[in-house]
DNA sequence: TGCAGTAGACAGTATCGCTATCCGATAGCT
DNA sequence: AGCTATCGGATAGCGATACTGTCTACTGCA
């Protein structure tokens, strides 16, 4: 299979698919001659993969990077998790600013074990402030829930990871699973919110005022 | 209060402040003169809140201005959750691929009511088919654990706007609470997950190879 | 009177993810 | 053997985003 047949099968343009061998994120095809490579099955899964987190879940080639070494050198499980973690982009991981030590403290009070020192923890702290800043600072009990919702969520990850028996299947779970699992949880959070404002304030027989409808603005 | 003064205190750089101003997300000061203006703790509040936005969850300043227009205009609150669902940049909106019925139908198959017709569903299907396409769709129990842990976010979410009265504080919680319970959560996921892989696959005494430790990646 | 500070306009910068072009080589057809 | 489409590889450019820097004209205050 030449680069064209590749091009053509998953749909990503010829100089993109260069692009990303430079970028080290595919493999460069099998030399056959001087200026002659095949690419195989492999070539277009991995193609699909790149372009499903890039497209999909708003990861960065680097992130990308990360990733795909995560899945070819096999690494333990839960180092698996880490990069993963690592490579997704979760929004605000650079702010300059320290959270508050009260939001700190809130965080910390749903947060048991291992997860206190996560790099996660001033995240969202810094989060709290932030609606805090605005001037409408979030009751324990919301927090409860989040965490609460967090933690049926980390449970499904890992049975899901446990279902499977090989190694290399679980590193891949474990790494698209935190990239891909964010933007699933997010979609069913919009689609839920959807559902429970309509629950709670019916909207008259109208058309023009579902949430959905929004998505229009630019 | 001068452009130097807001500057200093909010640690936003006076170049970026005119900007916010040029973009619309920060109201002009009050014009004392032709060359003089004066800002007040309007400003710093709204300025933070910008920040909050941008650093914090990853908002575009297109997306801050639905979400400040949605502040200053008072509207509906369905309304209000479905701007910041707009503003709020959900990885992979925009991408050109169709998801397979499949997985429409997995979605669906958790999903009711209005919700059934959310711009969201689409991008949760191909958020699972880029899952299949690395070899490895996820079980009807995950998605199924996932929509439960989305319905208590949302009820969280509901019941937080419940708790006030003014219209105009509801609006704000309803798109800042879109914004940011989106980082919060993925923080919290991010912390149980590391939490739960402790308990399930307990790391020897060593020291080097938790989760939060991988941070350092580029 | 002098100068720090201001508003406003506009051009420049850095990063990211491509995309376009050029080059020399060559496989495959005639 | 000759021709041409395509190839790999390299390098430069593009468009969007979020600033940042510079310039100008002006002005309040010491």
């Known amino acids: 299979m030449r680069i064209s047949d590749l091009s053509r099968s998953t749909g990503v ?4 698919i260069k692009y990303y ?3 080290g994120v595919l493999a460069p095809g099998d030399a056959d001659g001087p200026n002659r490579s095949s690419y ?9 993969l790149i372009r499903g987190l890039i497209e999909g879940a708003g990861v960065t080639i680097a992130g990308v990077k990360q990733i795909v070494a995560a899945l070819d050198g096999s690494m333990p499980l839960n180092d698996s998790f880490g990069v993963a973690q690592a490579a997704v982009p979760l929004a605000g991981r650079d702010a300059p600013v320290d959270p508050s030590s009260d ?4 965080v910390l009070a749903v947060t048991e074990g291992i997860g ?12 709290l402030d932030t609606f805090a800043v605005v001037g409408e600072p979030l009751s324990e009990a919301w927090l409860a829930r989040y965490a609460e919702a ?25 790494a698209v699973g935190t990239a891909l699992g964010d933007i699933v949880f ?4 919009r689609i839920a919110q959807a559902t429970e404002g309509e629950r709670r304030f ?10 959905a409808d929004t998505e229009t603005a630019s």
């Open 186 to 189: 997010q979609s069913l959070r």
């Open 202 to 211: 019916p909207s008259p027989p109208a058309s023009s005022s579902s949430p």
């Open 116 to 127: 206190r020192h996560h790099p996660a923890v001033p995240i969202a702290a810094r989060a």
């Open 21 to 23: 061998i430079r970028e």
């Open 40 to 48: 195989g099955e492999a070539h277009v899964a991995r193609l699909r």
């Open 13 to 16: 343009s010829i100089p993109s």
């Open 150 to 174: 967090a933690a049926i969520v980390a449970r499904a990850d890992f049975d899901e990871l446990e279902q499977r028996s090989d190694p290399v299947d679980q590193a891949r779970i474990a």
């Open 103 to 106: 939001a700190v403290e809130r």
